[in-house]
């Protein structure tokens, strides 16, 4: 971040008084600069503690952890992780992981192309599960996959993999 500004006195009380706004300063001139200035002084003023982003309103990048669940191969064999929090690039692989899982249950991926894929990626970092902590790796092995996948189709709930289901074809018009 650049240094703060030694702006003049005279051109900072102008732009409290409101003389100097963005609509009438050529942006990248000390007078833009006051305005900027003071547009900050009262953003800290009235939270001192927020970035500009949280004073807008949205979430700072560490403070939403997305919750996902997923097969993984764990010291005591296959389970099913829910709920867990991993990091945002985490989530976009578990969303990768599950479309397989996805194409391997609706038999459109050969379950050998589906180890094969699998199998080499890096584990998955969690970061503050009930009773796990630290890295797993994704289930690979299909049959173990299948296996799951009908366990939790038989529960009779809304599970991660029926979420996923497709829109029905559009119907042509004629």
Known sequence: MAAP???PPALLARARRGELTRSNTASGSPERSAVDRVVYERRRAHHPELTVRQALGHAAPGDVRPAVTFFAQLGAGPALLEDVAVSRRDARRVGRYLSLVGLLTEGRLAP????RRVKRWRPVT?????????????????????????IERGEERESWIDSGRRRPAARSRR
Request: proline share 6%; net charge negative.
């Open 5 to 7: 500004l030694n702006l």
């Open 112 to 115: 050998a192309a589906f180890e």
């Open 126 to 150: 969690i970061l503050d599960p009930a009773g796990l902590r630290g890295q797993v790796r994704f289930l690979s092995d299909p049959a173990a996959v299948l296996a799951l996948a009908e």
